[in-house]
């Protein structure tokens, strides 16, 4: 089992930027792939970013690449997700998600579909206003 627990979080005008954390407990992280999605109002969530266990590869969904950054530090059980050049669209309610199953033949692998996580945090609310 492992929990997640999303901060960072707000308010900021359009242009600015955030910096979501997402912090896990047990001692497997380095081991899962993890992700962010999100969920605006009245919407499905939908795939923001993912990255593989290893580090060494990461994805992005269109409508954020050139703008968002994910990272981990698994000395430090931590995921991260750099958000600049916030829009008014980015508005949604964040969630970081974590695979199990890390291995040496998929030290590579990123997941985009939601399906794909066996863990989910409780999300964190990020606001940009025009």
């Known amino acids: 089992q492992v929990q997640l627990i999303e901060s960072g979080g707000g308010l900021v005008q359009a242009g600015g930027s955030l910096r979501l954390s997402c912090a896990a407990s047990?001692?497997?992280?380095?081991?899962?792939?993890m992700g962010w999605f999100r969920q605006a109002p009245g919407k499905e969530r939908e795939f923001v970013s993912a990255i593989s266990w290893s580090g060494d590869r990461t994805i992005y969904a269109n409508s954020v690449k050139g703008r968002y950054t994910i990272s981990r530090v698994n000395a430090e059980n931590t995921l991260f997700l750099q958000m600049n050049s916030l829009k008014p669209e980015d508005t949604a309610v964040y969630y970081c998600?974590?695979?199990?199953?890390?291995?040496?033949?998929?030290?590579?692998?990123?997941?985009?579909?939601?399906?794909?996580?066996?863990?989910w945090g409780q999300g964190t609310q990020v606001t940009v206003s025009s």
């Open positions: 047990g001692r497997s992280f380095s081991t899962y792939a």
């Open positions: 998600a974590a695979k199990a199953g890390g291995a040496i033949w998929n030290r590579n692998s990123v997941y985009s579909g939601g399906y794909e996580y066996n863990y």
